[in-house]
């Protein structure tokens, strides 16, 4: 029997979720259609991401998602503009709705609690006929009921026929429960026992009112969490310029294909990746690397869509469309993360599956309490408290403390310049307790540089010129390295003769005519040169982890040289930050030991490990891990082991592809300040996702008793229904609000000041 394979995975986007009990009734509901491997929904981003076996319609998720009391769209239908338009019509109508529960609430607030408030208002109340009055009530709390709360029943309503109440059950248990128990009092007294005819209008009507006032907050807070995605899209251009049957037309960018050749003028974004064919200009590629300096664009040089074109115009080969582009691959990286379900859910999950049966029990509990032990009128004392119960309970702060901290979260991330491609990394990176750092390309630029030139008694520029000409013939990595410096001088190279390798010495031609040698040592040697002179050098250059070797012209020795490969100017400060942060610091690298420790030293780095190979460097992580969690830092193909090995793969943007996709972070400007940015991130949004937990699960546990009366025996102590509905609404508030304070955060400071990484969204601010 042939097993089928995993398709990729799905988002849909879905609506009416209103807490943590909705998001496990849709994931069950999803769960049990035949075809699903796995399925995860967040309330944050109200989005369901579901992994289907091939040949599973999906028609089918949509249809037990809608089973289930919710609605979907496609994932061809959620375009940036119509889920906008979408989350605006829902807005406008909520807002609607809370305005007309507020109307028709506050004169029946006023009228009663200000007949216990201010005497003059209970006086004038005491004159006038109580069933007139209580009908002016019964109109103004049945209009806010089942106009506005009308809502609240229609899903509400089902899901309790189906024995699986949510949030919106609560609300119409409770508000229903205080305006039937009114109603009674109002039109059929007789049937309530003496001294139990209240009315509780008000509660009910303010329950409603309070609640929709919450959701409103909530919505224009949660509005403002998917703000660095937004700001990901809004990099994205509308419309190409393509060369088509010999003219240039204006294309929608879906439209645009590999292969196309597009056209760019000054002040143009760039519509999608590609190699540039003819012309030149300069681009601002701020939004990937965070250099505020514009980089020189010419024939054969890569660039990236969403990119801006500052001077020039230029035409270029799309090389990646749509999905392909880096911005897209982004901006997928970090929905996925935001959608990412962190270890610590799990405890909310489990919490969450009994939460609402077991409030209505505590509820059902307390009516019967207050009704068979409670002080007359015990009926009323019954209800008042179970109603408290009911709609203090909601579980909606609990289903928004984690994902909505993960939004933020990894949203200020991105727009930090890190990437988190799994989101499971943004709660392992906090216990971190080791820092691992490849060496080439990480700690260092990744190529080699003219580092040391120091002359004997031959003009500078001469000397400089004659060596690159010898070594301009060269394919060795270090010859390149000189005839760069050379012309990064404007020296002019002279053309060279008879050029000679000598394999394990080093190389010699006529240049210029001058007969030019450069090699090791020993290729002095063999030349008959004392390199004495350059002793003192040559030994200062080896503990700074550099190889000597030398340049002789027409016979005299004339320069010791030395060619490095440098440590980026961030490193320092990176490295200094990790130690503040308290972790400990080593290089795993290829290298030969005497140039790693000779950096190491340099940097501070607590542990070395040198000349190994891939597999060695997997060696040394596990050997590593016995200090506590590892995250491992590289960029190159041969990192890629190591990467996956750690408890943390963290990759630098401008390595291979490999690299990143090994990885579970990505450092998009490859920055390595980029590391102790992620770390601390990772601390404050687990943090953060503390704090909201605490008090979710601290106002239930705290306030359901009072809600039932506990404080009642001690104190005279009860909770309104209408105190618990505000309590209720402004505690998922408080969590979203509270998970908003990550796009305040600032990356650690080293000892040189303030520093902050490149941000992906801002191209206008490279630099704070």
Not at 196 to 217: H, K, W
Not at 301 to 327: H, M, P
Not at 510 to 538: C, E, P, Q, T
């Given at each position: 029997?042939?097993?089928?394979?995993?398709?990729?995975?799905?988002?849909?986007?879905?609506?009416?979720?209103?807490?943590?009990?909705?998001?496990?009734?849709?994931?069950?509901?999803?769960?049990?259609?035949?075809?699903?491997?796995?399925?995860?929904?967040?309330?944050?981003?109200?989005?369901?991401?579901?992994?289907?076996?091939?040949?599973?319609?999906?028609?089918?998720?949509?249809?037990?998602?809608?089973?289930?009391?919710?609605?979907?769209?496609?994932?061809?239908?959620?375009?940036?503009?119509?889920?906008?338009?979408?989350?605006?019509?829902?807005?406008?109508?909520?807002?609607?709705?809370?305005?007309?529960?507020?109307?028709?609430?506050?004169?029946?607030?006023?009228?009663?609690?200000?007949?216990?408030?201010?005497?003059?208002?209970?006086?004038?109340?005491?004159?006038?006929?109580?069933?007139?009055?209580?009908?002016?009530?019964?109109?103004?709390?049945?209009?806010?009921?089942?106009?506005?709360?009308?809502?609240?029943?229609?899903?509400?309503?089902?899901?309790?026929?189906?024995?699986?109440?949510?949030?919106?059950?609560?609300v119409v248990l409770g508000s229903t429960a205080a305006w039937g128990y009114s109603v009674a009092a109002t039109f059929w007294p007789a049937l309530l026992p003496e001294g139990t005819q209240n009315v509780y209008y008000e509660s009910s009507a303010?329950?409603?009112?309070?609640?929709?006032?919450?959701?409103?907050?909530?919505?224009?807070?949660?509005?403002?969490?998917?703000?660095?995605?937004?700001?990901?899209?809004?990099?994205?251009?509308?419309?190409?310029?393509?060369?088509?049957?010999?003219?240039?037309?204006?294309?929608?960018?879906?439209?645009?294909?590999?292969?196309?050749?597009?056209?760019?003028?000054?002040?143009?974004?760039?519509?999608?990746?590609?190699?540039?064919?003819?012309?030149?200009?300069?681009?601002?590629?701020?939004?990937?690397?965070?250099?505020?300096?514009?980089?020189?664009?010419?024939?054969?040089?890569?660039?990236?869509?969403?990119?801006?074109?500052?001077?020039?115009?230029?035409?270029?080969?799309?090389?990646?469309?749509?999905?392909?582009?880096?911005?897209?691959?982004?901006?997928?990286?970090?929905?996925?993360?935001?959608?990412?379900?962190?270890?610590?859910?799990?405890?909310?999950?489990?919490?969450?599956?009994?939460?609402?049966?077991?409030?209505?029990?505590?509820?059902?509990?307390?009516?019967?309490?207050?009704?068979?032990?409670?002080?007359?009128?015990?009926?009323?004392?019954?209800?008042?408290?179970?109603?408290?119960?009911?709609?203090?309970a909601c579980p909606c702060a609990m289903g928004l403390a984690t994902p909505t901290s993960i939004m933020v979260g990894t949203g200020r991330a991105a727009e930090l310049g890190v990437l988190f491609r799994r989101g499971e990394a943004l709660q392992?990176?906090?216990?971190?307790?080791?820092?691992?750092?490849?060496?080439?390309?990480?700690?260092?630029?990744?190529?080699?540089?003219?580092?040391?030139?120091?002359?004997?008694?031959?003009?500078?520029?001469?000397?400089?010129?004659?060596?690159?000409?010898?070594?301009?013939?060269?394919?060795?990595?270090?010859?390149?390295?000189?005839?760069?410096?050379?012309?990064?001088?404007?020296?002019?190279?002279?053309?060279?003769?008879?050029?000679?390798?000598?394999?394990?010495?080093?190389?010699?031609?006529?240049?210029?005519?001058?007969?030019?040698?450069?090699?090791?040592?020993?290729?002095?040697?063999?030349?008959?040169?004392?390199?004495?002179?350059?002793?003192?050098?040559?030994?200062?250059?080896?503990?700074?982890?550099?190889?000597?070797?030398?340049?002789?012209?027409?016979?005299?020795?004339?320069?010791?040289?030395?060619?490095?490969?440098?440590?980026?100017?961030?490193?320092?400060?990176?490295?200094?930050?990790?130690?503040?942060?308290?972790?400990?610091?080593?290089?795993?690298?290829?290298?030969?030991?005497?140039?790693?420790?000779?950096?190491?030293?340099?940097?501070?780095?607590?542990?070395?490990?040198?000349?190994?190979?891939?597999e060695g460097k997997v060696e040394a992580i596990a050997r590593l891990k016995a200090q506590g969690p590892v995250a491992f830092v590289g960029d190159g193909i041969n990192d890629a082991p190591a990467l996956a090995a750690a408890d943390t793969g963290?990759?630098?943007?401008?390595?291979?592809?490999?690299?990143?996709?090994?990885?579970?972070?990505?450092?998009?400007?490859?920055?390595?300040?980029?590391?102790?940015?992620?770390?601390?991130?990772?601390?404050?949004?687990?943090?953060?996702?503390?704090?909201?937990?605490?008090?979710?699960?601290?106002?239930?546990?705290?306030?359901?008793?009072?809600?039932?009366?506990?404080?009642?025996?001690?104190?005279?102590?009860?909770?309104?229904?209408?105190?618990?509905?505000?309590?209720?609404?402004?505690?998922?508030?408080?969590?979203?609000?509270?998970?908003?304070?990550?796009?305040?955060?600032?990356?650690?400071?080293?000892?040189?000041?303030?520093?902050?990484?490149?941000?992906?969204?801002?191209?206008?601010?490279?630099?704070?």
């Amino acid at each position: 029997m042939t097993q089928m394979s995993p398709a990729p995975l799905q988002s849909l986007p879905v609506e009416g979720m209103t807490c943590a009990s909705c998001v496990r009734r849709v994931e069950k509901a999803i769960a049990a259609v035949p075809g699903v491997v796995s399925a995860t929904v967040n309330l944050a981003t109200e989005r369901a991401t579901v992994e289907l076996l091939a040949g599973t319609p999906l028609s089918s998720v949509e249809a037990a998602i809608r089973q289930a009391g919710y609605e979907t769209r496609r994932p061809d239908a959620a375009d940036p503009d119509a889920l906008r338009a979408a989350k605006d019509k829902e807005h406008a109508s909520l807002t609607r709705d809370f305005l007309i529960a507020a109307v028709f609430t506050l004169p029946l607030f006023i009228m009663e609690m200000g007949g216990h408030l201010i005497p003059a208002v209970g006086h004038w109340l005491h004159g006038v006929d109580r069933f007139k009055l209580h009908l002016l009530y019964f109109v103004l709390a049945t209009i806010v009921q089942f106009g506005p709360g009308l809502r609240f029943y229609r899903t509400g309503v089902p899901n309790l026929l189906k024995l699986a109440p949510d949030m919106n059950s609560l609300v119409v248990l409770g508000s229903t429960a205080a305006w039937g128990y009114s109603v009674a009092a109002t039109f059929w007294p007789a049937l309530l026992p003496e001294g139990t005819q209240n009315v509780y209008y008000e509660s009910s009507a303010v329950i409603v009112t309070l609640i929709l006032l919450g959701r409103l907050l909530e919505a224009r807070a949660r509005g403002r969490t998917g703000a660095a995605v937004a700001k990901l899209v809004g990099l994205q251009a509308k419309s190409a310029r393509v060369e088509r049957d010999g003219m240039t037309v204006e294309l929608p960018l879906d439209q645009v294909v590999v292969g196309d050749i597009v056209q760019v003028r000054p002040g143009d974004r760039l519509p999608v990746d590609g190699v540039v064919v003819a012309g030149s200009s300069f681009v601002d590629e701020a939004m990937i690397t965070g250099e505020p300096v514009p980089v020189a664009k010419a024939q054969g040089v890569e660039v990236v869509g969403g990119t801006i074109n500052k001077t020039g115009s230029f035409t270029y080969r799309a090389t990646k469309v749509g999905a392909d582009t880096l911005l897209a691959q982004i901006i997928r990286m970090v929905e996925q993360a935001q959608g990412a379900r962190l270890p610590i859910q799990a405890l909310v999950d489990r919490i969450t599956a009994w939460f609402v049966p077991a409030v209505m029990a505590v509820a059902g509990l307390t009516f019967l309490v207050w009704l068979l032990l409670g002080p007359q009128p015990a009926l009323a004392f019954g209800l008042v408290n179970a109603v408290a119960v009911l709609i203090i309970a909601c579980p909606c702060a609990m289903g928004l403390a984690t994902p909505t901290s993960i939004m933020v979260g990894t949203g200020r991330a991105a727009e930090l310049g890190v990437l988190f491609r799994r989101g499971e990394a943004l709660q392992a990176l906090r216990d971190v307790a080791v820092v691992a750092l490849d060496k080439t390309g990480t700690l260092t630029e990744g190529r080699p540089e003219l580092t040391d030139f120091e002359l004997h008694g031959v003009p500078p520029g001469d000397a400089l010129a004659l060596v690159a000409a010898v070594e301009n013939s060269s394919e060795h990595p270090i010859a390149a390295a000189i005839v760069s410096a050379a012309r990064a001088r404007g020296l002019a190279i002279p053309a060279v003769h008879g050029f000679e390798a000598i394999p394990g010495f080093g190389a010699r031609g006529l240049a210029g005519g001058h007969d030019v040698a450069v090699g090791a040592g020993r290729y002095m040697a063999k030349l008959g040169l004392d390199v004495s002179s350059f002793a003192a050098s040559a030994e200062r250059l080896g503990r700074q982890g550099k190889t000597p070797f030398y340049a002789a012209i027409d016979g005299k020795l004339a320069a010791i040289i030395a060619v490095a490969d440098p440590v980026k100017p961030t490193t320092p400060a990176a490295i200094a930050a990790l130690h503040a942060m308290g972790l400990k610091v080593a290089m795993i690298t290829g290298d030969n030991r005497r140039t790693a420790e000779a950096i190491a030293r340099t940097l501070g780095i607590d542990e070395v490990v040198a000349e190994v190979l891939p597999e060695g460097k997997v060696e040394a992580i596990a050997r590593l891990k016995a200090q506590g969690p590892v995250a491992f830092v590289g960029d190159g193909i041969n990192d890629a082991p190591a990467l996956a090995a750690a408890d943390t793969g963290i990759a630098i943007g401008t390595g291979t592809d490999i690299a990143i996709e090994s990885a579970d972070v990505v450092l998009m400007s490859g920055d390595l300040r980029g590391v102790p940015t992620a770390i601390g991130l990772s601390r404050a949004v687990v943090r953060n996702i503390k704090q909201n937990l605490f008090w979710a699960f601290a106002y239930n546990v705290l306030l359901i008793p009072v809600a039932a009366g506990a404080l009642y025996p001690v104190n005279g102590t009860l909770l309104s229904p209408m105190i618990g509905a505000g309590a209720m609404a402004l505690s998922s508030v408080f969590v979203v609000s509270n998970a908003l304070r990550l796009r305040r955060y600032r990356p650690t400071e080293d000892r040189a000041g303030a520093w902050q990484s490149a941000p992906l969204t801002s191209p206008a601010k490279a630099r704070t």
